[in-house]
């Protein structure tokens, strides 16, 4: 767990609120960029408020088995999923790069491919797209992933090398023509580095944690 975070939660659980309000403006952006592209805008901010107020309300459920962050990523899950169950559905916005973005000057791939492999993403089961954005992109290891889904570590790895493929297989159904759905699926890596800087250009990028296998 990181120093940083174990001693404002140490000081949190003590009665210092000044250091639980800096635990929340340390994650708010993190928190806010998980249900980014998964909900509309303006249900974002809600959803990631009622998250913090769940570790609030419940600040001494976690046990500091892991990172804080992964421990914040499991209840933003379980406050996602009761969304959508409320809500009798669940429709993940279109896409992570609105059609008016300004072209990013650290652009890795052509933005009509990422537009593509975005669209594919967002159509994969909430859970493989969870796995692929706290993998690839909140740089969670898969020790984390475990903890936070509740499964063996060899269990995730599984399901990771599952989405993966199932993210292949959107693209390959999105697009007809052959020469853009090979030149997509060769650029893949590309795009979802290029998805990543538009998210932290909006939101800060996520800190690195300890690199652990794919």
């Known amino acids: 767990m990181d120093d940083h975070d174990r001693h404002r ?22 928190v806010y960029r998980f249900f980014f592209g998964k909900v509309r805008d303006s249900v974002c901010e809600d959803l990631a408020q009622q998250t913090f107020e769940v570790v609030c309300r419940r600040r001494d459920a976690f046990r500091g088995d892991g990172s804080f962050r992964a421990y914040l990523f499991g209840v933003a899950r379980f406050v996602l ?7 009798r559905r669940f429709e ?12 990013l000057p ?5 933005r009509e491919l990422v537009k593509i492999v975005a669209t594919a993403l967002r159509g994969l089961a909430l859970d493989d797209q969870l796995l692929i954005e706290l993998k690839d ?26 989405a993966r493929a199932r993210l292949r297989a959107a693209v390959e159904r999105l697009v007809d023509d052959p020469a853009l759905r090979d030149r997509t699926l060769r650029g893949l890596e590309s795009c979802m580095e290029s998805i990543r800087l538009e998210v932290d250009r909006r939101f800060g990028p996520a800190p690195r944690g300890q690199d652990d296998s794919a």
């Open 9 to 30: 939660l140490d000081a949190w659980r003590a009665g210092d609120r000044k250091a639980g309000q800096e635990l929340v403006e340390r994650h708010y952006p993190a």
């Open 81 to 87: 999923i009761g969304w959508a169950r409320r809500q």
């Open 92 to 103: 993940p916005t279109e896409d992570s790069l609105p059609a008016d973005a300004d072209p």
């Open 106 to 110: 650290g652009l890795l791939a052509d």
């Open 137 to 162: 992109w909140e740089h969670l290891t898969q020790a984390e992933l475990a903890a936070l889904f509740e499964v063996p570590q060899a269990t995730v790895a599984r399901r990771l090398q599952r």
